[in-house]
């Protein structure tokens, strides 16, 4: 992601693909458009710590989620507000979708692959990952890697002993997707 004030986001884009050992694949593909400074859209800033970090079946409303008949569960946390409703609407009918339509051999059966977002604006210096000598990067990947692992856990994706849970990060203000 790209922007600053006086830049035009036109399109936040992910698109990962990863395999399953038993070598079945499957792709997440997600278009967020927004018309209008990126950075106008934000209704607060916050450095995030893993702990600090909203769980969108616990409060989805901090989340910036309103649980509705239709979707009472939200695997989408976005408490910047980054996407409109709509948005959020769209790409939770994508993850119930990879939920409903893939298969992974678990110990209490054949499941599908839980995915979930989280959206934030900045991870929290005091949680950087790696050591002095490791570059921006290294530290930017190490703790990207961390915090979707701590987010993964503490929401419960996927179910134990599967292998089937996917969190996908995106940090804004890090300009750092994992």
């Known amino acids: 992601v790209t922007s600053d004030a006086g830049s035009q986001a036109k399109a936040i884009m992910i698109n990962t693909t990863w395999a399953d050992s038993g070598g079945g694949g499957l792709e ?7 018309y209008g ?3 106008s859209m934000v209704s607060k800033s916050s450095d995030w710590t893993y702990e600090g970090y909203p769980d969108p079946t616990k ?3 901090r989340c910036g989620m309103e649980p509705t008949a239709a979707t009472p569960m939200w695997w989408i946390c976005d408490p910047a507000g980054y996407m409109t409703q709509e948005d959020h609407l769209k790409i939770q009918r994508v993850l119930v979708h990879i939920w409903d339509s893939t298969t992974i051999q678990c110990p209490e059966g054949d499941k599908g692959y839980q995915v979930a977002v989280a959206i934030m604006d900045h991870w929290a210096t005091n949680e950087y990952q790696g050591s002095w000598f490791d570059d921006e990067s ?4 190490k703790t990207a890697a961390y915090f979707a692992e ?3 856990n503490r929401w419960g994706i996927g179910n134990a002993g599967c292998g089937n849970g996917v969190l996908v ?3 804004i203000k890090d300009r750092y997707f994992y």
């Open 150 to 152: 701590q987010i993964g």
């Open 138 to 141: 290294d530290k930017k990947k």
């Open 28 to 34: 997440f593909q997600a278009l967020w458009e927004s």
């Open 59 to 61: 409060e989805p409303l």
């Open 169 to 171: 990060l995106l940090s």
């Open 37 to 39: 400074p990126l950075t």
